[in-house]
Each structure stands twice: as structure tokens, then as C-alpha cells.
């Protein structure tokens, strides 16, 4: 397995790590336990070190799982969680449940994530949404206190804008980000990946493969049921699913030069644009684990590069990646 470290950092993980929350949350009924237990090994077996969950995610179910199958292989392993949202109400959706990175809240939240995933220490623990109540220094500073106590390793947020990523370097240094970053999600190239390049941070890519649109098997006549996220965005509307399908053709043209499939061409493409970034592709499935993993095979040259961005310029993706109401969490 090939490793990456995350910017300045001492933290090493796999070039690709794996994005558990589908597991237990967002994409339809928690998945059966024993399966994502073997598919979490599977993983493990195949050089995977880089974990990814929050205590949101479930709530809290996805932390526990993760927790209990990897527990054998803990200390080989980097476990990232997150923290920020108030869990106590009723509702736990994020964007439905209240933010809170107060920093009383975030020493009652690691001390929860602590026992689930059944460790002393947390690899990598990141602001969820940044809190637009509570002081970024406030929270770096928590954080910092987290680490001074050996409950955390590294800081890390999520979905921060630049100014935000600077506040909370200048208290605490942040080891990484998490953004959504793909091929049919570029923002971050304009201002967020020179900053991180510029303060030695690495980049975690989510949803590297677009939820899932970027794998190919989503067409314009897919639906999705209510209790898929996916039917709540503006992206995975038809008219949206259609126009969108000039990606798929992009990729699929790659793929046919490079004997890959679409998935494999997305992540490779994301792994050639900094040697500091590490994706995080969720899956439930033996299959798509060992396809997703099949792309730190495929060598995309300089050319090929040049090739896909071109093509990618004259596409224009369609339709918001969230409804409005997540997407004023971002950026921040």
C-alpha cells in the first residue's frame, strides 16, 4: 500500500483511506453489522490504514462499529472522528441538529468518541462545521488542550474557509482538511489548496467519487428513496443527472485508454493533483472497496492530465452539490 503523509504533519496513512459513514448513515438503512465488520477487516487486510466516521453518523452507531472491528488492529491504524454538532435533541441529521463547538461540549464529545471507538487516543479529530458562534481560537485552543492531555493526536477541520483555516493554525496546527474535492467539485481549487500548500496541510477528500455519480452506475432515471440523502440534493435531480453524464463520458473515455473504469480514473485524478492529498471513498461493498484500491494502479501521465482538464472545461456540472441550508455550513 502506498502512503501519504498529510502536509507538514507526522500523520502517515494510506494513499487511500475509506469513508465509513455509509455504513450505518445517509445512504438508506444501516447496513448489516457483521458485513461492515468483514468489509472493515477486508480493508485492513489490503494495506487500508486511514479511517474515517463521526459521532454523528448515526448518531454515534458508526463510531461503535468502527470501534469494535478494528479494535484487534488499533494501533496500525489512523482513526479519524469528528466533532461539533448537539446531538441532544431529537433530530440528528446534520443541518437538522444544532452546531456546538463550544469547548465545553467538545471535552464531553471526546470523551464519548474515546469509549465507542475503544481506544485512549483519536488520530485525527475535526471540527465538523465550523460554529460561526464560538471563536475559531476557542476551538483550536480545546483541541489543543486534547492534545496536551494525550486524548488527540492531531487537529483537523472540515469544510473550513481560508480565513477559519488560518485562525485556527496560528493556535493549534492543523494537520488536515476535509472538503469535498472530485472532478465534479472544484472550488477548492481556487483559494482553499494554495492556503493548505502555503501552512503544509493535507487534504482528505470526501466524496471523491461524487456520492457515487462518479463510479458511472447512476444514470439520468436513477431515483433515490427518502431515506437516501442523495434525493434531498439538487445534483441527483434528473435534469441534473442527465446533463451531468458528460463527466461519465470524460472519464469513460480515460478509463478505455488506461484499461480502468471511471472510479478508478476520479481517484487516480485526485491522487496526481498533490502528493499531500488522501481521499476517503466510502463504500459497502467487497467489490467497490477492491476497485476503489485498483486506482493506485492507474498512471495517469502528464498528457492524460492535460487531457482531462480540458475536457473537464468545457463541462459545467449541474445543479447545487447541497440545498442551500447545508451549503451555508461550508466556506465558513
Same mark, same amino acid.
Given at each position: ?13 494510506? @494513499? ?38 463521526? #459521532? ?22 489512523? *482513526? ?15 443541518? @437538522? ?24 487516543? *483519536? ?35 472540515? #469544510? ?30 481556487? #483559494? ?22 462518479? /463510479? ?23 435534469? +441534473?443527472?442527465? @446533463? ?18 471511471? +472510479? ?13 492529498? +488522501? ?21 495517469? /501521465? ?5 487531457? *482531462? ?17 447545508? #451549503? ?5
Amino acid at each position: 500500500m502506498q502512503t501519504r503523509k498529510l502536509g507538514n504533519s507526522d500523520l502517515e496513512v494510506s @494513499a487511500l483511506g475509506l469513508g465509513c459513514m455509509g455504513m450505518s448513515f445517509s445512504y438508506g438503512p444501516p447496513k448489516d453489522r457483521a458485513e461492515m465488520t468483514a468489509l472493515l477487516r477486508a480493508a485492513v487486510d489490503r494495506g487500508v490504514t486511514f479511517f474515517d466516521t463521526a #459521532e454523528v453518523y448515526g448518531p454515534f452507531t458508526n463510531e461503535d462499529l468502527v470501534g469494535e472491528a478494528l479494535a484487534p488492529f488499533r494501533k496500525q491504524l489512523v *482513526i479519524a472522528t469528528k466533532f461539533g454538532f448537539d446531538l441532544s435533541g431529537p433530530d440528528h441529521r446534520p443541518g @437538522a441538529a444544532p452546531l456546538n463547538s463550544r469547548p465545553d461540549h467538545i471535552k464531553r464529545a471526546v470523551e464519548g468518541s474515546l469509549k465507542r471507538l475503544r481506544t485512549d487516543v *483519536i488520530d485525527l479529530y475535526y471540527q465538523h462545521r465550523v460554529d460561526p458562534n464560538v471563536p475559531m481560537e476557542d476551538v483550536a485552543g480545546a483541541v489543543r488542550e486534547l492534545i496536551a492531555q494525550g486524548k488527540v493526536k492531531h487537529f483537523g477541520l472540515s #469544510e473550513a474557509g481560508v480565513g477559519t483555516i488560518r485562525r485556527a493554525h496560528a493556535v493549534q496546527p492543523v494537520a488536515a482538511l476535509q472538503s469535498e474535492y472530485s472532478l465534479w467539485h472544484r472550488k477548492p481549487e481556487a #483559494e482553499v489548496i494554495p492556503a493548505l500548500e502555503e501552512l503544509g496541510i493535507g487534504l482528505v477528500p470526501y466524496s471523491p467519487l461524487g456520492k457515487g455519480f462518479l /463510479t458511472g452506475k447512476i444514470d439520468a432515471t436513477a431515483t433515490f428513496d427518502s431515506g437516501d440523502f442523495r434525493s434531498t440534493l439538487p445534483r441527483f435531480a434528473p435534469g +441534473a443527472l442527465k @446533463a451531468n453524464q458528460a463527466l461519465i463520458d470524460l472519464l469513460s473515455r480515460m478509463g478505455q485508454r488506461k484499461e480502468a473504469t471511471p +472510479a478508478q480514473i476520479a481517484l487516480a485524478w485526485l491522487l496526481a493533483q498533490k502528493p499531500w492529498i +488522501a481521499p476517503i471513498p466510502g463504500t459497502t461493498k467487497l467489490g467497490r472497496l477492491d476497485e476503489n484500491l485498483g486506482s493506485l494502479s492507474v498512471d495517469l /501521465t502528464p498528457d492524460d492530465l492535460r487531457d *482531462i482538464d480540458a475536457a473537464a472545461a468545457n463541462i459545467t456540472v449541474q445543479g447545487a452539490r447541497y440545498p442551500e441550508r447545508l #451549503e451555508q455550513m461550508t466556506g465558513r
